[in-house]
T-cell receptor, first 115, second 112 residues
Framework: GAVVSQHPSRVICKSGTSVKIECRSL??????MFWYRQFPKKSLMLMAT?????????EQGVEKDKFLINHASLTLSTLTVTSAHPEDSSFYIC???????????FGEGSWLTVV | DQQVKQNSPSLSVQEGRISILNCDYT??????FLWYKKYPAEGPTFLIS?????DKNEDGRFTVFLNKSAKHLSLHIVPSQPGDSAVYFC???????????FGQGTILTVHP
């Protein structure tokens, strides 16, 4: 079964609105979660590292004021796309880091379409 | 700057044969490598990984080979099955485990 869950799996929003995507670790605590973005037929690009109880670390070129990340608990990180534009339409995927080797678990992904 | 490269966008293989997916990297700080399988509109599924202290890791039908001097790794699937058809991504990380750099992916199609 899934150990990392994302919600919603699909969302359509209007330009200018904000949308929140949740990433939950289901049966383990994740002090660190990661947010990726995938454009059609492209690779997954790391957007930011989400650290529980502290500010997220953003990759170069990612607007932190546009992609707000909150990691308020050990099982939940949220990504809020603010003032969404059509070019923000993409597939967003989170991952959570557990303990030990081979313990990076990915969520199911969230399709965002901005119209 | 593509630090992890999968130069073959697609690969077609007959069922029962070997599938070999290749991946090259440029960052010598990478010391842990992973392969993921992904279907459209789904998150990646972990397949197999290898640490830079090894040159081979095997798990069932999947074997990953690492050539550090050439900065090259490959995933061998044998025998290939139609259910293996998917996009395969290689990924790498350094000391910040979990912060992955992905290749562009290779679409594997296994024909019955």
């Amino acid at each position: 079964g899934a150990v990392v869950s994302q919600h919603p799996s699909r969302v359509i929003c209007k330009s200018g609105t904000s949308v929140k995507i949740e990433c939950r670790s289901l049966d383990f605590q994740a002090t660190t979660m990661f947010w990726y973005r995938q454009f059609p037929k492209k690779s997954l690009m790391l957007m930011a590292t989400s650290n529980e109880g502290s500010k997220a670390t953003y990759e170069q070129g990612v607007e932190k004021d546009k992609f707000l990340i909150n990691h308020a608990s050990l099982t939940l990180s949220t990504l809020t796309v603010t003032s969404a534009h059509p070019e923000d339409s993409s597939f967003y995927i989170c991952s959570a880091q557990g303990d030990g080797e081979n313990t990076i678990y990915f969520g199911e992904g969230s399709w965002l379409t901005v119209v | 700057d593509q630090q992890v490269k999968q130069n073959s966008p697609s690969l077609s293989v007959q069922e029962g044969r070997i599938s070999i997916l290749n991946c090259d990297y440029t960052n010598s700080m990478f010391d842990y490598f992973l392969w993921y399988k992904k279907y459209p509109a789904e998150g990646p599924t972990f397949l197999i990984s290898i640490s830079s202290i090894k040159d081979k890791n095997e798990d069932g039908r999947f074997t990953v080979f690492l050539n550090k001097s050439a900065k090259h790794l490959s995933l061998h699937i044998v025998p290939s099955q139609p259910g293996d058809s998917a996009v395969y991504f290689c990924a790498a990380c350094g000391t910040s485990y979990g912060k992955l750099t992905f290749g562009q992916g290779t679409i594997l199609t296994v024909h019955p």
